[in-house]
Structures are given as C-alpha cells and as structure tokens.
C-alpha cells in the first residue's frame, strides 16, 4: 500500500468491458506529510474519493484482489481516504 494524492479523474467511455461503471481518478503518490513526490497515474476508485484528498492505493496483482476488482485488468486501486497520518507520535497529516 501506498500513500497518494487524488489530483484529478480520467473520464473513459471505449473500455474493458469489467471496467464500466468504475470511477477513474488521477493519482500522485506522496509522503508523510502529504507532499506529492510520484508521477501521476490512474486508478481505480472503489471508496468514492475526491480531488485533493490523501488516500491509500494498493497497486499490481494486490489490486485484484479487492471484491470490486476481482479478476479484473487493474493495476491501481483506491482503497481507503485517510483522516490523519501520525509519526513517532508527530501528526504529519489532519484531514480538514
């Protein structure tokens, strides 16, 4: 799992036929605090994030394996929106 941040969506209308109706976003991943430090990539949104929040993706053949994304041609999903993030006791993170 990694830390990334929903920097906007892809919008898709010829796709994999598994793949219609699944909400595509923008993603970069992005460290501790919330600094974005990766390239942008698509991921598939199964917990209905927005632009700007910071979530988790997990990503390769883990991808597949969320109930929503079983079998299906996936590599990066969105699986959950975080709410903080807290290191050696410091929290680096507070969702406004």
Not at 36 to 42: A, E, H, I, K
Not at 67 to 85: E, F, K, N, W, Y
Request: net charge negative; proline share 2%.
């Amino acid at each position: 799992m990694r830390i990334a941040r929903v920097v906007g969506s892809a919008v898709s209308t010829v796709k994999e036929a598994s793949l219609v109706g699944h909400k595509l976003l923008l993603v970069r991943e992005a460290d501790h605090t919330g600094e974005m430090t990766g390239p942008v990539q698509v991921a598939v949104d199964v917990v209905g994030a927005g632009t700007g929040e910071l979530v988790i993706i997990s990503e390769g053949s883990a991808a597949r394996q969320a109930r929503t994304t079983s079998d299906q041609p996936v590599d990066a999903i969105i699986m959950g929106i975080l709410d903080s993030l807290e290191v050696d006791g410091t929290v680096t993170f507070w969702k406004s």
